[in-house]
């Protein structure tokens, strides 16, 4: 959802959007009605719009038409003009647009419109409502036609690499596909004319492989059918042509030999012609206005054809070419024989036969002031940074590129901010960056980056001009920033979060980096005091989320046996403990965190001194957090280190592994039942460590990982990345600034 602000300061802003809290979270695409460009009013309201002199006709819809033009860095200036004289309205030089639909304009990521994966719809009937933003590409789809301000028709690839044609529309922030019935099972390379009055004429390549051809169809784009198919020798995609009447459908053609031509079939008799337009490298023109075929060159003077008697006639304009509109019309750009140039309009008389109207003089391009405005925004209403590879393109297109633009990220839960200048690009006016994800915080020593928490995030940018003059131009909009759970995560940012307790019995947290610059290496990101007092615990562990909220827990058992839990809060502290049982004396180690019945819920074990291992199943309850204990099975006084890792072995459950005194590691994977498989051996030499902790994942491979603690030296502490294999479960170890020259420290590592 839209915020605004009247006032210059962003600090200003996000008190007002902090002080919001019920109008929900959304994606402003594009610029609202008080940014609208905007150029100086026709000085006569019955004065014919303007052609802008130099410019080259950009398609027309059926109030206005469009012109571009070649700025000096070669980006293309699009214009937008009403036939009636109002203002005209520029947009942004996208890479490539199309019309249609009445007075639709769709700025697309490519030059060529069968290539458009990210689209924008503009209604320049009223130039100044929000666009809508279309990614076909989230679809596997490509364009063909635009069929409203909201709603296109488009390739889509199915899930067996088959084209299907589709109508996607876009409501709000939600976007819909509905497939069009009645076409070839293995119809490839569509494209689309105008649509008129809810009908498509599409063309496509049709036929077994070895003999692929042509093929068109009408479509009922409000019933999604076809209701009429012709043959055609070739497909016809890159060359277009289509167009359609309420009594002829036509398209072009290329034959050697032969040259251009224009295909019609008669939609009542069926009866089909060739109209031949000439060689090829005159580069003719050619439109359907009711059953007349308008065409020519920049050579040869307009004429019209009759399609159903053959009649020919002048048209008085000589012109370099000419574009369908979805009333039905065309529009020529040239000049009459004493030179008047412009535009004319094209279109069936009361009688149906055509009449030519100038609609567009040539003249000066209108002298604009552009205000500085921010056009279109694309910042995605829902990121998850575990499918973006931890990053995310933030944009947004500028009315002019002489600007700078100051972004304020603001996580609404915290105020916790990230800001960034972004500069103008080397072209264009979109002005855009990638956030990884972070946001900086204060250390006692120094600032530092940390992985941004969770949550919705008001996302602000004002843009101004280098010079200083005039008004910043301002928008604010909501985004929800989310991670895949991570069990060991206390302050909702996604990464691992390690527990330690001093000497003087002080608890801290370690707030690990969730990705790093570097690959390999697995970084610490800040340190954090919890509190003091933790020295009366004899075992404290990370439970993952037992007590029902979406952050981790821990639970602590005190030297008389009581066992306490800690609910995590979220922002890495956590709530007043809560005893939840007593008698946990019995047991010299637990090990929590792993789900090992595959409820979707952490459970916890615990060996007794007579070395049985009993199954904690989780509740999810905080008040009583496990069930009744299931004994697993004898003989684990063999061991003298249990840790719960989640699943490291590719099955379902989740894992244990286990030390013995001659310090070798044993892996128990999972049955999903809160037993485990026949034991595998890791490997020998892991007594060299004081603590093994199940870490989740590290490395961001979707596999958790195991921190191992307790050496002298440089390195306290060393990462074992998980493989997912269960007869090798991890690779060789790594170092990490974790508890650097701290080996020797800490009593309790969780």
């Known amino acids: 959802m839209q915020l605004r602000s009247t006032g210059t300061r962003l600090a200003l802003a996000v008190t007002a959007v902090l002080a919001v809290t019920a109008v929900g979270a959304g994606t402003l695409a594009t610029a609202p009605t008080a940014f609208a460009a905007t150029t100086a009013p026709a000085e006569q309201a019955d004065a014919l719009a303007v052609f802008p002199e130099g410019s080259q006709l950009g398609g027309v819809g059926a109030g206005g038409f469009l012109s571009y033009s070649f700025a000096a860095d070669t980006t293309r200036n699009l214009l937008w003009t009403p036939y009636d004289g109002g203002a005209a309205v520029p947009l942004q030089a996208p890479k490539g647009w199309a019309t249609g639909a009445d007075d639709v304009v769709v700025l697309g990521d490519a030059s060529w419109s069968a290539d458009f994966r990210s689209i924008t719809l503009r209604n320049m009937a009223t130039p100044a409502a929000p666009g809508v933003d279309i990614d076909l590409g989230a679809l596997n789809a490509t364009y063909v036609a635009v069929l409203s301000p909201t709603s296109v028709l488009a390739q889509v690839m199915n899930e067996v690499g088959q084209a299907e044609l589709h109508v996607v529309t876009k409501d709000g922030a939600t976007t819909t596909t509905r497939k069009i019935t009645g076409l070839p099972a293995n119809a490839t390379d569509y494209f689309g004319s105008p649509a008129k009055n809810g009908t498509v004429l599409v063309g496509y390549e049709t036929g077994p492989e070895e ?165 279109e925004v694309h910042v995605p209403e829902v990121v998850n940074l575990d499918k973006t590879g931890g990053k995310v393109t933030l944009g947004w297109t500028l009315s002019r590129a002489d600007a700078y633009l100051d972004v304020t990220l603001t996580h609404i839960a915290t105020g916790k901010e990230f800001t960034k200048r972004v500069t103008a690009p080397e072209s264009g006016t979109e002005f855009s960056f990638v956030w990884n994800g972070v946001i900086e915080e204060s250390t006692p020593d120094e600032i530092r980056d940390v992985d941004a928490p969770n949550g919705k995030y008001a996302v602000e940018a004002e843009a101004t001009l280098l010079d200083g003059t005039g008004e910043p131009a301002y928008q604010g909009w909501f985004m929800n920033l989310a991670r895949t759970y991570n069990p060991h995560d206390f302050n909702d940012n996604g990464s691992t979060d390690v527990l330690y307790r001093d000497p003087e019995g002080v608890l801290w947290r370690e707030d690990m980096k969730d990705r790093t610059p570097l690959y390999g290496e697995v970084r610490t ?176 491979n979707g596999r958790p990982d195991l921190i191992a603690y307790g050496t002298s030296g440089e390195y306290g502490a060393y990462i074992y990345r998980s493989t997912g294999n269960a007869t090798a479960p991890f690779h060789g170890r790594q170092t990490t600034d974790l508890f650097k020259y701290n080996g020797l420290r800490y009593s309790s590592v969780a």
């Open 525 to 700: 990101a800040k340190t954090t005091r919890i509190g003091a007092g933790w020295g009366i615990y004899k075992q404290i562990e990370a439970v993952g989320n037992v007590g029902g909220a979406a952050t981790g827990d821990v639970t602590a058992v005190d030297g008389s046996g009581v066992q306490w839990l800690y609910l995590g809060k979220g922002d890495g502290t956590f709530a007043p403990r809560v005893k939840v049982g007593t008698g946990w004396q019995i047991y010299n180690k637990i090990a929590g965190g792993s789900d090992l019945d595959g409820d979707g819920r952490s459970d916890l074990v615990a060996t007794d001194s007579a070395g049985v291992l009993w199954f904690y199943k989780g509740t999810g309850n905080y008040a009583k957090p496990y069930a009744a204990r299931v004994r697993v099975g004898g003989g684990w006084q063999v061991y003298n280190h249990l840790s719960a890792v989640g699943n490291i072995a590719g099955t379902a459950a989740g894992d244990l592994v286990a030390r013995d005194t001659a310090g070798v590691l044993w892996l128990y994977q999972g049955n999903g039942r809160g037993g485990f498989a026949t034991r595998v051996k890791i490997g020998g030499g892991w007594g060299a460590y004081s603590q093994l902790v199940g870490a989740d994942d590290l490395d961001n």
């Open 211 to 375: 003999n692929r051809t042509g093929g068109r169809a009408l479509v009922d784009v409000a019933n999604g059918k076809v209701t009429a198919t012709y043959a055609s020798p070739e497909s016809g995609f890159g060359y277009g042509g289509l167009n359609f009447s309420d009594s002829h459908v036509t398209w072009f053609g290329y034959e050697a030999g032969v040259g251009d031509s224009i295909t019609s079939v008669d939609r009542t008799t069926g009866a089909e012609k060739k109209t031949v337009l000439g060689s090829h490298l005159d580069e003719w023109y050619s439109s359907l206005v009711g059953e007349w075929l308008v065409y020519g060159n920049s050579e040869t003077p307009a004429e019209a054809v009759s399609l159903t008697t053959g009649e020919t006639r002048e048209l008085g304009v000589t012109s370099s070419g000419a574009a369908s509109s979805a009333d039905g019309g065309a529009v020529l750009e040239g000049s009459r024989a004493d030179g008047d140039s412009g535009l004319f309009r094209v279109v069936a008389g009361a009688d149906g036969s055509p009449t030519v109207t100038k609609v567009a003089e040539t003249g000066e391009p209108p002298v604009t002031v552009q205000p500085l405005a921010i056009q």
